[in-house]
């Protein structure tokens, strides 16, 4: 049953790309989650489960018991503490469970590829070791659902809020701790609080909710839609609830239902050299130029690579035959084969600080009126530049702390202008909407997160490129007052403009 887990294979794949050399046990050791669990499941089973764990630590280089006793005791010379650090890996807890036995994993994620991947979610976990001081510096913590005291949903979403804890100050629950705030609301399909059968939508958002969170629900269905909202808040540091439903596309000549599964989604790959237009107003986001997710898959491993390859599945229901976007996935299907089981895309759940009150779908559609505007404006009948169209368009959600330092450092924004946006009073929570042409940002837009979208949720422009912000500035003085424009989307931008640029 061990030798047939998918875990076994992903993990002898990840240790060998990450180069382990060495193999370190830490017998008896106490995990707070697991410790959780079993006090309120375990415990109470009448077969006898073991409260303690094994933690196995994993470096890049090899050395000798007798050398990393030396290093115990502060007398290493081969084996200095500094060089221990630098080749931890990290490590995997292993519980005494038949079967589900992975518990909280935190190891190094695999390289940025020449700046293709990308983890925004990651953070730092100190681990005390015989007494020394180690830490997994960029990594979220996994563990494998294990079917009592947790689903593939308790199990995504402690992963989530692994990453929301640090950044929103919340209390970071166990497993079980997840499961029982989410059953609080009963559910006629959920047979029974422990063991765990799974989650419903609903329950997952009230448990959030009893967090002190706010939770946006977004739909997945669909490359750019999905995309979009992956993009969007990873780059903010936030993880991502993804609920999929998986085929087994072994099965001919239709992929036969294998059931839903819930997966955190983690990071990303802009592997794409372009981003694809979008409708027929040919908008473009950056966000589609990823080609891979990488996700924390309870059943398979942390950072799990999904390709967006473009396959469909094909499946057939008592009325009609659909050709379903799907990802890929490391799942075995009844031919076992890895891959032949797809993922078909739902929804997000994405976990956010109360305060953040307008979504990225409304600012991807005040964008969208705006570029629309902007380019009918630029490339009319009498063209005023040589620009490229379309504009390339970045949406992201970020936070004051994060935006100014980075403008600090941004070479493209005169002095005189840097200082004023500097020294303007922003909100905690910014969207940024960052207009590109020709793989250059010629202009940007903040806009107040924590506003609502009936307010002047318009915080200002930035300027790139003077000729651009000058005409967009003398386009917008003309138009502010028109009253076909200020029943407009991006109306707010245009009063910015007009009386404030």
């Not at 990308?118 to 659902?145: D, H, I, K, W």
């Not at 032949?340 to 979504?359: D, E, N, Q, T």
């Not at 779908?361 to 005023?384: H, L, T």
């Amino acid at each position: 049953m061990v030798d047939g887990k998918l875990h076994m294979l992903y993990f002898e794949n990840y240790f060998t790309d990450l180069k382990a050399a060495t193999i370190l046990v830490e017998n008896d050791y106490i995990d707070r989650d697991f410790m959780e669990d079993f006090a309120g499941y375990y415990a109470r089973c009448f077969g006898k489960y073991e409260s303690s764990c094994t933690r196995l630590h994993f470096f890049d280089k090899s050395f000798t018991p007798r050398q990393f006793g030396f290093t115990l005791i502060g007398r290493g010379r081969t084996l200095s503490s500094q060089r221990l650090q630098d080749s931890y890996l990290g490590f995997v807890v292993v519980k005494k469970l038949p079967i589900t036995f992975i518990g909280r994993t935190c190891l190094r994620t695999y390289g940025s590829d020449n700046g293709r991947r990308y983890y925004p979610t990651l953070r730092r976990y100190p681990v005390g070791l015989f007494g020394l001081s180690l830490s997994v510096n960029e990594t979220l913590a996994f563990q494998e659902q294990d079917r009592g005291a947790a689903a593939c949903a308790t199990s995504a979403l402690w992963t989530v809020l692994q990453g929301t804890g640090k950044l929103f100050q919340h209390t970071i629950p166990s497993p079980v701790e997840i499961t029982r705030l989410a059953t609080q609301i009963p559910d006629e399909t959920v047979p029974g609080i422990l063991p765990s059968r799974g989650l419903t939508g609903r329950q997952e958002i009230y448990m959030l909710r009893q967090l002190g969170l706010e939770v946006d629900y977004t739909n997945a269905q669909g490359e750019f839609i999905m995309t979009g909202s992956v993009y969007a808040y990873l780059r903010a540091g936030i993880p991502l609830l993804l609920r999929i439903v998986l085929y087994d596309t072994s099965y001919t000549p239709y992929a036969k239902l294998v059931g839903a599964h819930a997966i955190a989604v983690t990071g990303f790959s802009l592997g794409r050299n372009k981003s694809i237009p979008y409708g027929l107003q040919q908008f473009k986001l950056r966000t589609t130029r990823i080609d891979e997710l990488y996700v924390h898959d309870d059943q398979v491993g942390p950072f799990a690579r999904m390709r967006l390859d473009g396959t469909k599945v094909k499946t057939e229901t008592k009325v009609s035959i659909f050709d379903l976007n799907s990802l890929s996935t490391s799942w075995k299907g009844q031919d076992n084969r890895i891959g032949s089981i797809r993922a078909v895309p739902k929804f997000h759940l994405i976990p956010l600080y109360p305060k953040i009150r307008i979504r990225f779908e409304f600012i991807r559609n005040v964008v969208m009126s705006f570029d629309q505007y902007i380019r009918k404006a630029i490339f009319g009948p009498k063209p005023v530049s040589s620009f490229e169209s379309p504009f390339e368009w970045d949406i992201f959600l970020t936070t004051v702390n994060d935006i100014k330092p980075a403008l600090q450092n941004e070479l493209l924004i005169e002095n005189s202008v840097k200082k004023k946006i500097l020294l303007h009073n922003m909100p905690r929570f910014v969207w940024r909407a960052r207009m590109r042409n020709k793989n250059k940002v010629v202009l940007e837009l903040l806009f107040d997160a924590t506003d609502i979208e009936q307010g002047k949720f318009f915080v200002c422009g930035i300027e790139y490129f003077k000729p651009l912000y000058t005409f967009i500035k003398y386009k917008a003085q003309n138009d502010c007052s028109s009253s076909f424009y200020q029943s407009r989307l991006y109306w707010r931008i245009l009063e910015w403009f007009a009386t404030k640029a």
